[in-house]
């Protein structure tokens, strides 16, 4: 050939087959990411006929990057932090002992429970937004959760390098001049490293890039403000990689996070999704191609005991923590279905253990075996949600020990005034449009009593004096403690929109009188729930132009020397 086109030829056989392998995972009803693996297995090395390169491709793929608030983390941390460590704890112990009948050593246990202890961000995004769960308690504290799992192995990415020699690595693949340290100058030089880059991404990076971006977007230029948002994350990457000797995926993780907390976050996401979705694909492809499909006839019990240990050790661990932190079954059995796959750190993390002598080959593959299986059946693992929690509430001594009866937030405290329980509102939801709707209730003295299953913010509202429940309010018990048979309202302020029927029939059936207001953001659920005669319904984009129009008109309307104010 005239010239080398390994890059396009990479990308173009990448793309175009994890387009067509896609497509057909869509239409078998399964993750598109399953069919991306696939295309990534077809093309690599393991697999006869065409091989891309795998090199090239791996490093295209680590500007995938991964992008969260640190207010997602906030609004949440009390059970999501020690929640997420704790079963990080769980998995990792778990398949340390597992390991160990497999002959491995500790070093290589750790790495591998680490690996399975961590779910995929991409997958858990997308399924959670493809139920609409995303913006509700339970989508909530599933980002949350996640969001500490991806910090906790940001550490472990840090740390495994320099610590690779005393856990029985290879020595030539440890960082030069290592073997030289002791392991406390070794920690200390990691730390200082790190903490520089930290200090600068957070400091700097969170002064200079939103002002940078605004002065891009002030030349009305949505080219440049493109190539500035792209420019910025992939500088920083390879930044922090050069000079402070962080990977280059580490580099991405915190060019998202400071993308995000940047006033123009919304718009610089939006600008550059395309590409990050371009660079999602290429990270799953490369994925696949390191796969080795022998791996499931060579170990078959070893490939099905990883996928037990993804799908339900780790998964029962999360179920109980949360239930343990008094929250509903239903947020135990979502944040357990959420976690119950593994995928970008777990690839990371265990190409960095194989390249650094501290985890066997064979461990690369069993770990990328059980993500392929465990995110081709993520699917099937929420579908079981409703129907194994139908089975517990059926034996109701099960349903009273796990959804933990004398909850105290469960319950009104006797001190609130009777007075302020007849012919108030119930309020369902207390986020950022139950909020608003709550602070004008105050403001007018209206009796109101909120339901929201985010227990921090249940108990922010009782020490301000609002009287308020834990639950979900798709359950009786949660609406009678709010005393609905007695309301004059219920106000449904939650974006979960799937239990907006139930609540209102329960409603209905304590209290037939009772007038309902529902929040809506599809114009078909808007029109399904008036005909169903759902009370009044408002939606989204509806009331935003109602609102924009009456502002407009009454500008017009006005005198000539008010408008020209």
Request: hydrophobic share 55%.
């Amino acid at each position: 050939m005239p010239h080398d086109v390994t890059l396009i030829t990479t990308i173009a056989a990448a793309l175009g087959l994890a387009l067509i392998m896609g497509f057909i995972a869509a239409r078998l009803k399964l993750p598109v990411l399953v069919g991306y693996l696939i295309a990534g297995i077809i093309i690599g090395p393991a697999t006869p006929g065409f091989v891309a390169d795998v090199e090239l491709s791996t490093q295209l793929a680590e500007i995938v990057g991964l992008h969260f608030s640190l207010d997602d983390l906030l609004a949440v941390r009390r059970i999501s932090l020690p929640g997420a460590l704790v079963q990080i704890t769980v998995a990792t112990l778990l398949c340390i002992a597992v390991a160990a009948l497999w002959g491995w050593s500790l070093a290589a246990g750790l790495v591998f429970g680490l690996a399975l202890s961590v779910a995929s961000t991409v997958v858990l995004l997308r399924t959670l937004e493809s139920r609409g769960l995303l913006e509700t308690v339970n989508g909530r504290i599933a980002v949350g959760w996640l969001v500490v799992e991806n910090l906790v192995m940001v550490l472990v990415l840090v740390l495994l390098p320099p610590l690779a020699l005393w856990l029985g690595g290879n020595p030539n693949a440890v960082p030069e001049g290592a073997e030289n340290r002791s392991l406390l100058t070794t920690l200390v030089l990691t730390f200082g490293q790190v903490s520089v880059f930290i200090a600068l991404m957070l400091v700097v990076g969170k002064r200079l890039f939103p002002w940078l971006l605004w002065q891009i977007a002030r030349t009305g230029s949505r080219e440049l403000f493109t190539l500035c948002v792209i420019a910025a994350a992939v500088g920083i990457a390879y930044g922090s990689a050069e000079l402070f000797g962080v990977s280059f995926a580490l580099g991405a993780f915190f060019a998202g996070m400071v993308m995000r907390e940047s006033p123009l976050s919304y718009r610089a996401a939006e600008e550059s999704l395309p590409l990050r979705d371009a660079f999602s694909v290429l990270f799953f492809v490369s994925v696949g191609m390191l796969f080795d499909p022998g791996v499931l006839t060579r170990q078959p019990l070893q490939v099905i005991t990883v996928v037990l240990i993804i799908i339900f050790g780790k998964s029962l661990a999360a179920f109980f923590l949360v239930l343990l932190f008094r929250y509903p079954l239903n947020t135990a059995l979502t944040v357990s279905a959420s976690l119950a796959q593994i995928g970008e750190f777990s690839f990371i993390l265990a190409n960095l253990g194989v390249s650094l002598g501290v985890l066997p080959t064979e461990g690369q593959s069993l770990i990328l075996a059980g993500a392929i299986i465990s995110i081709a059946l993520n699917p099937l693992v929420f579908h079981a949600i409703e129907p194994v929690q139908a089975w517990i509430r059926s034996r109701s001594k099960l349903a009273q020990t796990l959804e933990r009866p004398d909850d105290p937030l469960a319950v009104l405290p006797m001190t609130v005034d009777l007075n302020r329980l007849t012919g108030h509102l119930v309020l369902a939801g207390y986020g950022r449009v139950g909020r608003r709707i709550g602070e004008a209730l105050t403001e007018k003295g209206i009796p109101f009593v909120v339901a929201e299953e985010n227990r921090e913010i249940v108990e922010k509202l009782r020490e301000s004096g609002i009287p308020a429940v834990s639950g979900d309010a798709s359950e009786p018990a949660v609406l009678i403690q709010g005393h609905v048979a007695r309301a004059r309202m219920l106000v449904i302020a939650t974006p979960d929109t799937l239990d907006v029927r139930r609540m209102i029939e329960i409603a209905r059936t304590l209290n037939p009188r009772i007038e309902t207001v529902v929040r809506t953001h599809s114009e078909e659920e808007a029109v399904l729930l008036e005909k169903e005669n759902a009370g009044k319904v408002f939606m989204g984009e509806h009331e935003l132009a109602v609102g924009m129009i009456r502002h407009v008109i009454e500008r017009f309307t006005a005198a000539p020397s008010s408008t020209n104010k």
